[in-house]
């Protein structure tokens, strides 16, 4: 049988049993029939059917997903007023409350029999993070990619943490096999290929790609497109000359060490620089240390006082922020930190894991990039413009602590691992069958979150025992036999059973809620000695998890769906609408991590959930503060800053990332960023458009305002119902534009003599004009006119608990993989009611969520 098929047939007989529902509530006819028949057949008959709803057909049968789901609509319609509508007859207040709970009494045991019979969430494997992060714990290597190796997950309720959107193929396993081989074999590599630990300079001077841009071409005979030989803050044109030497090398050491090579631009096609000559020779941990400073690049001349001049140069006149980058060819670019380079040379230490094969990218990401068919840098002032130089790059590594000899023995034990050469590894077993058997069980033991049972040791001996006995080498067999764990239910899906869970699935639910990732050594002891449920001892480890660098794994992955912040690079700035953004990739990378650092601090300080919607505070640098008008903050660090009172900024709806993931690069839409406030902040979702009514198209020259084209959308009559909700927040917004720089104006593509004077970020000048002028005010259903951003914050704030109840929602869908059912209700209410002493901290949250039914029971 193939290793394939023996984790087919593990699969196979993990395949829970779906049970049927609890019958169907039996609904008290006098309670409900009078108010339907009385105040909402003349809407919601089969005649009228407004909103595509007949009440006198909908039968109460509670186990059908679709009448249940209709029920809740209708019981939140009447709990909001929204029916019978404010202007008709209204029931009285005895008889609404008498319909009401006759229909959540029903909801609720329909919800609650289910949960009896199979839990609120279902069977679930692990997401592609998840996978990739615990490999990357159990296998001691940080380092490890393979999240991109496996299928897209699919969504449901918002995240990627919900059964059943985590289906389970053959294709789906074929990758999990694949991306385990993979790791199994880096790892090994990365054991048996190990290294000295040495430190080793690269010269900027005999880097090609620095010193190749160095001379002009027929293909570039542009100065911003070239590199500039420096020594100290002097151009050396006898260099560009070819009458002096590129470096003079080890002959003078002290002339070297004030050799550097600086550019003027960003790091963007063509002028692309790395230190090339320097490639991670195996993966692991490195010290990077860079040396760098700023210049000043004189005019060309007077008339052409934006061209610099290769051969007049100066002492720089500010610090400029450079992002560090690990590339594999061709432009595979991961972000290693970065640094503010001064005007005196200095040195930069970055800690980094590389990759076999990564070199070392630096860009100064407020220089400018150059872009045909002529350009004009829009730092460049006539005195001259910016640059930065490096003299070199000097690294530290490979980098070794126990953690690669802790897996070489969970491994393969003390058994000897030899390097032999074009990848391959070799393991020296003198008695393989039995080592086999006592490294499976070590292996298998770290591997499983839960005490391992014999038929499982007993499935993957049979898939080792059979590769050596068709004469495989050991290391081979062993590697077939540990894939095969990796890809069996006991690693790869979250096990939980129906009421109470143990203390062993309390362990993995609470580690992949606040790390994303496998519990830990102290967790797995704890759940071993049946400790979690001790509320105290569970409260310690909540704090210990959230005190841990690794909860930053779940802030990102918490934002990333609740947020959408994975979908910040989706769309780019449009060329000609928004040039002044479009190629700064920086600004959208320190707009996402300011989000995800707002929600670190809120988390760290415990601070009230109102903070999302307004806080006196952000988290920002300079590029940052610039775009937002604040006042000026130095350097490329983002840090929290206070506000001035009047600020339109504060909470997440006025962050860059979060405007920016609800606009398309060109326009921003009211319906979109509507609809994005009711579900992420506000928490009452709205209902899909008809499929029937077209979108609206923007109009880019600017001659129509998207209020006036919403205006006439909402004259349709199966229009206006939801957009009367949701468009008003999302006209609270209108005064942010695709990446969230404040606005007076729309921007339109209009005459030269309009244009509004100045350069983008790629040396193109501004082809667009201001159009007509934003009006940001509105009315929110049920009353609460508003003038603008602030006064919307204002009205919102005047329910706090929902906005804690939706914050509290999100993260029960997150850490649990259910949705909030109808009967989770009073259990949320429930955390709430133990966090608002602090006025709904959201770490306070976070302890009332871990210590509920919901979280502790499936």
């Not at 692991?284 to 001349?301: D, H, Q, V």
């Not at 989000?595 to 670190?600: G, K, M, P, V």
């Not at 201001?770 to 006119?785: K, T």
Request: with cysteine; net charge positive.
């Amino acid at each position: 049988m193939s290793l394939r098929a023996y984790v087919y047939l593990g699969w196979a007989m993990m395949v829970p049993v779906v049970l049927q529902g609890a019958p169907s509530a039996t609904l008290v006819a006098k309670d409900i029939t009078p108010v339907i028949q009385n105040y909402c057949t003349d809407c919601h008959d089969a005649e009228s059917k407004k909103g595509g709803l007949d009440l006198t057909a909908l039968k109460f049968q509670l186990d059908d997903p679709k009448a249940f789901a209709t029920w809740v609509k209708v019981h939140d319609a009447v709990r909001d007023g929204e029916m019978p509508p404010p202007k008709k007859d209204q029931p009285s207040a005895k008889d609404k409350g008498a319909f009401m709970k006759a229909i959540a009494e029903s909801l609720t045991a329909q919800d609650k029999a289910k949960e009896a019979a199979v839990g609120r969430s279902v069977w679930r494997r692990l997401n592609r993070y998840e996978y990739e992060n615990s490999l990357r714990d159990l296998l001691g290597a940080p380092w490890l990619q393979v999240k991109e190796m496996l299928p897209e997950d699919g969504e449901s309720h918002r995240f990627n943490k919900v059964g059943e959107a985590l289906d389970v193929s053959h294709v789906q396993m074929a990758r999990y096999l694949q991306a385990a081989d993979y790791a199994l074999h880096e790892v090994l590599l990365a054991q048996a290929m190990r290294q000295p630990t040495t430190t080793n300079r690269y010269y900027a001077r005999e880097q090609s790609s620095m010193t190749g841009k160095m001379k002009f071409s027929e293909f570039n005979r542009s100065p911003e497109r070239a590199t500039f030989a420096l020594l100290g803050y002097k151009a050396q044109a006898d260099v560009y000359a070819g009458t002096a030497p590129v470096t003079v090398g080890k002959s003078n050491p002290a002339v070297r060490e004030q050799e550097a090579m600086g550019v003027v631009a960003s790091a963007y096609e063509p002028l692309e620089i790395k230190f090339n000559k320097f490639t991670a020779p195996v993966a692991g941990n490195y010290k990077l240390r860079i040396s760098a400073y700023t210049f000043w690049a004189g005019p060309l001349s007077e008339k052409r006082w934006w061209t610099p001049d290769r051969t007049n140069t100066f002492v720089g006149r500010r610090s400029e922020p450079v992002e560090v980058y690990a590339e594999t060819p061709p432009r595979l670019l991961r972000k290693l930190g970065g640094f503010d380079a001064q005007i005196t040379p200095n040195t930069y230490e970055i800690d980094a894991w590389l990759l076999k094969g990564e070199t070392v990218r630096p860009d100064p990401v407020r220089l400018f990039r150059s872009r045909p068919p002529a350009y004009h840098n829009p730092l460049a002032t006539k005195e001259g413009q910016p640059g930065v130089a490096y003299r070199w790059l000097e690294v530290v590594g490979p980098i070794y602590d126990d953690k690669l000899t802790k897996t070489q023995k969970l491994l393969f034990g003390n058994l000897p691992v030899k390097y032999e050469g074009k990848g391959k590894v070799s393991v020296e077993s003198k008695n393989p069958k039995a080592d086999a058997e006592r490294l499976l069980r070590s292996f298998m033991a770290q591997a499983y979150r839960r005490p391992v049972e014999e038929v499982d040791v007993q499935r993957f001996l049979k898939v080792i025992h059979h590769a050596l006995d068709s004469g495989s080498k050991f290391v081979d067999a062993m590697v077939a036999g540990y894939s095969g764990v990796l890809c069996s239910p006991g690693f790869v899906t979250l096990e939980e059973k129906p009421g109470k869970l143990d203390d062993y699935a309390i362990a993995s639910r609470l580690s992949y809620y606040l790390w994303n990732s496998a519990p830990d050594t102290e967790l797995r002891s704890l759940a071993a000695q049946g400790k979690l449920h001790d509320r105290e001892v569970l409260k310690a480890q909540t704090d210990r998890l959230l005190r841990s660098p690794k909860s930053r794994q779940f802030v990102d992955s918490f934002l990333d769906y609740w947020l959408d912040l994975r979908k910040a690079g989706a769309t780019s700035p449009d060329a000609t609408l928004y040039p002044d953004y479009y190629l700064d990739d920086a600004l959208v990378e320190n707009a996402v991590e300011e989000s995800q650092l707002f929600f670190a601090e809120l988390l760290k300080q415990d601070l009230p959930a109102r903070n999302i919607v307004k806080s006196d505070f952000v988290m920002v640098n300079e590029r940052l503060a610039q775009h937002y008008g604040l006042r000026p903050v130095k350097g490329i660090n983002l840090r929290r800053v206070t506000l001035p009172k009047d600020s339109v900024r504060g909470g997440l709806m006025t962050q860059a990332s979060v405007l920016k993931v609800t606009a398309n690069g060109t326009t921003t839409s009211p319906v979109l960023r509507g609809a994005w406030i009711m579900e992420r902040i506000i928490g009452r979702p709205p209902p899909p458009p008809p499929a029937s009514v077209p979108a609206i198209e923007p109009d880019t020259r600017g001659a129509v305002t998207i209020r006036q084209q919403l205006e006439k959308h909402r004259a349709l009559p199966t229009c206006a119902g939801c957009h009367t909700k949701i468009d008003p927040a999302g006209f609270a917004l209108e005064n942010f534009d695709v990446l969230g720089g404040w606005r007076e104006q729309y921007r339109g593509l209009g005459e030269k003599e309009t244009q509004v004077p100045g350069y983008g970020k790629n040396g193109q000048p501004f082809t667009f004009h201001l159009a007509q002028p934003v009006d940001a005010s509105g009315e929110l259903p049920g009353g609460g006119l508003f003038k603008d951003i602030q006064e919307l914050k204002t009205l919102l704030l005047k329910n706090e608990r929902q906005i804690a109840r939706n914050l509290a929602s999100q993260m029960v869908v997150y850490s649990t993989g259910a949705a909030v059912r109808f009967g989770d209700r009073p259990e949320v209410e429930e955390i709430l009611d133990r966090a608002s002493a602090g006025d709904y901290g959201v770490r306070s949250l976070v302890h009332a969520i871990v210590q509920s039914d919901l979280f502790l029971n499936k």
